[in-house]
């Protein structure tokens, strides 16, 4: 089984989503935690990702945590929601630099905007545009 990594800046929006999708769709075949750059530890993921993950009939049971050496050491791919957040993981842990890609750009390609917009402090829909990217994004991973 693959161990995937979802990282994003506060671990509460972005990653935890994109781990509640990836646990939803691969369903035993790899497993995926998350983190954050920048997040306070043990943090219940906002509002509107827990509604909008309820209206897809996706489970998250989930407390923020910062992002630490051993989670590097435990997946095998790690993603990052954005550009910036790769470059800072790139810097902090060179060693791991063969299994750190942005989301969009491991599954899109290196071309165009590798970010996906962090929807915190959005409305209900910032929150289902993401999701949505997301769950996109998701569906065509190939590990």
Not at 43 to 57: G, W
Not at 93 to 108: G, Q, R, S, W
Not at 128 to 139: G, P, Q, Y
Request: aromatic share 10%.
């Amino acid at each position: 089984m693959k161990n995937v990594l979802f990282v994003c800046t506060g671990n509460t929006c972005r990653s935890p989503m994109a781990e509640a999708i990836f646990n939803h769709i691969q369903l035993g075949k790899a497993f995926a935690r998350s983190a954050g750059l920048f997040s306070s530890e043990g943090s219940r993921a906002a509002q509107n990702t827990i509604k909008v993950l309820e209206e897809n009939k996706m489970q998250l049971d989930h407390r923020s945590s910062q992002l630490n050496e051993d989670d590097l050491h435990w997946a095998e791919y790690i993603f990052t929601m954005t550009k910036g957040h790769k470059d800072i993981l790139m810097d902090m842990y060179p060693a791991a630099a063969d299994k750190i890609f942005t989301l969009k750009e491991y599954v899109e390609g290196p071309e165009g905007n590798l970010d996906i917009v962090d929807p915190f402090g959005g409305d209900i829909h910032t929150y289902r545009t993401t999701f949505a990217e997301l769950k996109n994004l998701i569906e065509r991973l190939s590990l």
